[in-house]
């Protein structure tokens, strides 16, 4: 079966930087646009930021563009989150979610596959 496996998060201070990463396993992982979202306490899950099924195309949330990026090694069946600049308001648990197929998609119906989640933190 598909799985989806995040790592990475940790505690960071304001101005530092995390790398996540996304282990996809039980799919032809060049088949699916992959995804990255956030939780925090009290809210719902929000999008961060999106690739294409070759990496080519990226889309991000206005809360993050300029200070996070999102990329993929489908040798490794991959994806990564690099976030610069970290504010205490990007503390969240962050999810990997995996479509097959389509581009474009920034809600949480639109994605069947989902990680457990990591946790990041910002300390002011």
């Known amino acids: 079966q598909v799985q989806l496996v995040e790592s990475g998060g940790g505690l960071v201070q304001t101005g530092g930087s995390l790398r996540l990463s996304c282990a996809a396993s039980?799919?032809?992982?060049?088949?699916?646009?992959m995804a990255w979202f956030r939780q925090a306490p009290g809210k719902e899950r929000e999008f961060v930021a999106t690739?294409?099924?070759?990496?080519?195309?990226?889309n991000y949330a206005n809360s993050v563009k300029g200070r996070f990026t999102i990329s993929r090694d489908n040798s490794k069946n991959t994806v990564y989150l690099q976030m610069n600049s970290l504010a205490p308001e990007d503390t969240a648990v962050y999810y990997c979610a995996a479509r097959q197929w389509g581009w474009s998609y920034y809600t949480v119906g639109d994605y069947a596959y989902w990680g457990q989640g990591t946790q990041v933190t910002v300390s002011s």
């Open positions: 690739i294409s099924r070759g990496g080519v195309s990226t």
């Open positions: 039980g799919l032809i992982f060049n088949t699916y646009t």
